[in-house]
């Protein structure tokens, strides 16, 4: 087992490597797919590989490689004409990732995925166990949302969180995040006197940091993004490398190049980490006061007692937000109820639902195993604008 990397000059130790590219290291300024860039990144990682490293590559580019081909003069914003380009794109994609670590003799695994993957425990199991397969046969695992086919459910929304989550389930030593340009700066990189922040030891470190904005008309996402990804990996103790592209080399080698965020001493599951960040929310649970106290003082189970209303169409285990009567946003959880059943349960006790409903009815609408207090993350950290950044 490679004991917990806790410094970028330990890095090169790390045996399991994820890492994430984005659309826009990875395309020209047309929205071509950019192959001398791509086989740049694979002669290094191949390298890495050649030494007996474990990578899994989280890549984008499959609607950017795939709406020139098809005639489009720009990025598709409908969910038919993307999946289009993403299942055309996507081909491309794969045969020149194929095609350039066969030149080093490495096979590669195409892996398409949704964000049902990760969290439905049985697929969550098979999931792991093809990459773990395709690991121990020294393949490299090349994986991208399956945006040919997953819908607005399913989503993961960027690679960003998709590389995070891999990152959880596979147990990796560390992720590398690549994008375009050298890490997160204390203000936009082109104000003057912007500097690199070199090291992050908390997300609560990068309070006041101006991130929005994208640097290519063809990524999805953007500082903020890579910085929920972060967040998403350090709570689960995986540190994370972000940097440009081209420093991927320096980067592995434990170089100070990018931006370097620890992993803290807090621990949360997987499962909690993406209903926090990454899991699309079905509806929406309405509480009172005292509800709102039981969850954030007590880290009680959400009983029927404390909803007031109920907003959206949703089944049993599907993940609802937690909003109090002021509308603040308090927790997100998976709910033990169809939306249909909760109407009449409303304020009512336990033990008049267990009287009157039945035993069936004597459980939590949330429990506490399956519910997750929503903190002051990195989208209400940062601020401004600036950082011209992409997926």
Do not use: C
């Not at 001398?36 to 694979?42: D, E, G, H, S, T």
């Not at 081909?91 to 020149?96: D, E, G, R």
């Not at 999805?220 to 440009?244: D, F, H, N, W, Y």
């Amino acid at each position: 087992m490679t004991p917990a990397i806790r410094d970028r000059s330990q890095l090169p130790d790390a045996h399991r490597v994820v890492v994430k590219i984005g659309s826009s290291s990875l395309t020209r300024t047309d929205g071509r797919l950019n192959v001398p860039a791509l086989r740049k990144l694979v002669d290094v990682l191949a390298e890495e590989v050649s030494r007996g490293k474990q990578i899994v590559l989280v890549t984008s580019g499959s609607i950017a490689a795939g709406f020139m081909p098809l005639g489009l003069d720009k990025r598709p914003t409908d969910v038919s004409t993307s999946q289009a380009a993403a299942a055309v794109g996507q081909s491309a994609l794969m045969s020149t990732y194929t095609d350039a670590f066969g030149a080093y003799d490495i096979q590669v695994g195409q892996i398409l995925m949704t964000a049902g993957d990760t969290v439905r425990r049985s697929r969550y199991r098979h999931a792991l166990q093809v990459f773990e397969r395709l690991l121990e046969l020294g393949a490299v695992p090349i994986v991208n949302e399956n945006d040919a086919l997953a819908t607005s459910e399913l989503r993961f929304g960027d690679n960003d969180r998709l590389a995070a989550l891999v990152a959880q389930l596979i147990g990796a030593d560390a992720l590398v995040l690549l994008t375009d340009v050298n890490g997160l700066y204390d203000a936009p990189p082109s104000h003057p006197g912007a500097k690199r922040i070199a090291v992050v030891e908390h997300m609560t470190d990068v309070a006041g940091v101006e991130v929005t904005g994208r640097g290519s008309s063809f990524g999805t996402g953007g500082m903020i993004t890579k910085l929920q990804s972060a967040e998403m990996a350090t709570v689960t103790g995986i540190p994370v490398m972000l940097t440009r592209a081209q420093d991927v080399a320096a980067a592995l080698a434990g170089e100070d190049v990018g931006t370097w965020f620890r992993a803290t001493d807090e621990r949360r599951t997987r499962r909690k980490v993406w209903l926090e960040h990454a899991a699309q929310m079905t509806g929406r649970l309405v509480i009172d006061q005292g509800a709102v106290r039981a969850l954030r003082d007590r880290g009680a189970s959400l009983l029927a007692a404390g909803i007031r209303e109920i907003r959206g169409d949703f089944a049993t285990g599907d993940p609802v937000e937690i909003v109090s009567e002021e509308g603040e946003l308090i927790a997100h959880g998976l709910t033990a109820y169809d939306s249909i059943e909760l109407p009449r349960m409303l304020g009512r006790s336990t033990a008049e639902m267990v009287e009157d409903l039945g035993e069936d009815y004597g459980r939590s609408i949330v429990h506490r195993d399956d519910l997750i207090l929503v903190r002051n993350t990195v989208t209400d950290v940062v601020t401004g604008s600036g950082l011209p950044v992409a997926d």
